[in-house]
Nanobody, 125 residues
Framework: QVQLVESGGGLVQDGDSLRLSCAAS????????MGWFCQAPGREREFVAS????????YYTDAVKDRFTISRDNAKNTVYLQMNSLKPEDTAVYYC??????????????????WGQGTQVTVSS
């Protein structure tokens, strides 16, 4: 069992930055690939970024590829999402998720076993 707690969301202006954090319980954090997903009102949950257990490989949706960076610190059981040049269309609830098996960081929500409660990101124009 893994528990995930996100933090770092908030209200910012167009062009600002935020760093989301997701703290995980347990002592086998490095065994899990981690992902960030977002969900805006009226939309399905969408992939943002993911990272393998070692942090050696990362994946991004095209819309954020040059603006967001996913990283992890396995010693702190934490995964991060650095969000730069934020846009109003980035407004959503952001969720982190954990997937058993460190070498495959899926871009789909279904393979992820554990989810956090989400943190709201609002970007005003």
């Amino acid at each position: 069992q893994v528990q995930l707690v996100e933090s770092g969301g908030g209200l910012v202006q167009d062009g600002d930055s935020l760093r989301l954090s997701c703290a995980a319980s347990g002592r086998t954090f490095g065994w899990y690939a981690m992902g960030w997903f977002c969900q805006a009102p009226g939309r399905e949950r969408e992939f943002v970024a993911s990272i393998t257990g070692s942090g050696g490989r990362t994946y991004y949706t095209d819309a954020v590829k040059d603006r967001f960076t996913i990283s992890r610190d396995n010693a702190k059981n934490t995964v991060y999402l650095q969000m730069n040049s934020l846009k109003p269309e980035d407004t959503a609830v952001y969720y982190c998720a954990a997937k058993g098996g460190p070498n495959s960081a899926s871009t789909q929500p279904a393979p992820y076993d554990y989810w956090g409660q989400g943190t709201q990101v609002t970007v005003s124009s």
